[in-house]
């Protein structure tokens, strides 16, 4: 297959390396001759992988948990913070300004390739070299999910002309390919992800994605497609028969990293790496004071109830510079590090078990989706009562769950656009009454091109093959 130009990738790997980072090669740069001569090269070439997820400043360990949420419709800009991302919390997004996202995804994606299309020659086919193929295959896999959610339609509002970013599973950077079908890509997607599961092993550690991830991914993958069976079956396989989603006693410490009950798959975020982005992606401190860069949505802050452990674990109200706002603390940071350090989560068993509960629902399963709707209930409010709702207002509730699960976690812009109801903005300000200052634009309607991302203006001067998103 042919594969999209490395203009991107050179300038985001030569920018971002120092010396120091070019004395760790190949751990931060992949060359076949030098990384794959022997087991411990592989395995240095397998953590460039983890590393690229960690320290691309647009992904999982960067931007990623806000940029979507501040597109969607669960924060409002604070008119004293430092005014980031306006661009995307406007609407006004451009080709001159998503290189971020599109380069770093490619050039893990093409670490990942490098992996595949070398193992064979290191290593024997045994359980170390499936173990390295499989979270190899799973990154690819994840990373293409994301550049399709992003640059393209989802999958059920998806005819077949309808086209997104390339899957690229070679490492030539001399071939350049044009969109792919968006069912194309998912495709891949599950191929990759179906293929990793046979491989991977069940225990990789932290930080690392194992077969519980992998079956995890699967089940998100496949609700966007609508394939409820198989949703159900791969996040039965990811949750086991107990669910483990962490506790209303446990949940807090799930986001100060001192629990990881509940967490399937994270980045790790150590003293060494340092990184407070997803903290400061938020607030900072400023006279012992949170000095916001958005705070919550005034509606969506009103269905944190008070017996809800998530309200006092991802917000507090308290007043800066004279007012009073609600803020997002989800990523204060761990105990001994410095503000806004802490790992990435990137999928948890909640999420997974939510997964469950809407693809049972709407394939008709209503006490197995209400049965997964009360056991998450039953770990997030004190004093819980199981519920027994049928029909849309099932439905409704599963939905209202997800949201406030996932919220701040960059989830949200995509669930809305996954189910093709575009973004509708509360239009309350910036203070914690609703008052204050209001986004200025209110409403994407569903099938909107806005709520594609366009490609990079640098990639498509290169590469004339690849068209520009529909609209831009």
Known sequence: MKKISLILFTALVLGACNKKELD?????????????????????????????????????QGDWNVAFEVVSDNLVLNQQGRLSQQTFYNWQYTGNGTSGLFGNAYSIIRRCNAIIENIDKVVAADTYKNNV?????????????????????????????????????????????????????????????????????TSNGVGRISKNAVQGFLSKVYLYMGDWDKSIASA??????????????????????????????????????????????????VGGGIKSEYNVDYNLFQ????????????????????????????YAGKTGFPVGVLDGKVLRSAEVLLNRAEANYRKGSTAAALADLN???????????????????????????????????????????????????????DKADGTGTAPVFLTLAPGDYKLNFPFPQAELNFNKKLTQVTGY
Do not use: C
Not at 140 to 158: I, P, Q
């Open 375 to 429: 056991l998450l209930k039953s770990n997030r409010y004190t004093g819980h009562t199981d519920v027994t709702l049928s029909g849309s207002a099932l439905l409704d509730e599963i939905l209202l769950e997800r949201r406030l699960e996932l919220a701040f976690e960059g989830d949200r812009f995509f669930d809305l656009k996954r189910r093709n109801v575009g973004v509708t903005r509360s239009g309350k300000g």
């Open 236 to 285: 039965s396989a990811a949750l086991g028969a107990t669910p483990a989603i962490g506790s209303i006693s446990t949940f807090p410490s799930i986001w100060t990293d001192a629990s990881e009950v509940g967490v399937i798959f994270k980045i790790k975020n150590t003293l060494t790496d340092n990184s407070n982005t997803l903290g400061v992606n938020y607030y900072q401190i």
């Open 133 to 201: 193929k499989g979270q190899a295959l799973a990154a690819r896999a994840l990373l293409h999910f994301d550049l399709s959610r992003v640059y393209g339609v989802t999958y059920l509002n998806a005819t077949d002309k309808d086209s997104t970013a390339p899957y690229v599973i070679s490492t030539d950077a001399t071939l350049v390919p044009g969109k792919m079908s968006v069912k194309d890509v998912y495709t891949k997607v599950v191929a990759d992800l179906t293929n990793a599961e046979t491989l991977i092993g």
């Open 303 to 330: 269905l944190f109830k008070s017996n809800d452990v998530r309200k006092a674990t991802y917000t507090v109200t308290s007043a800066y510079n004279g007012v009073t706002y609600n803020h997002v603390i989800k």
């Open 24 to 60: 760790l090669y190949p751990y931060n740069q992949i060359e076949t001759a030098q990384a794959f001569n022997n087991t411990n090269n592989v395995d240095l070439a397998l953590g460039g992988v983890y590393n690229g997820l960690r320290s691309a400043g647009s992904y999982y």
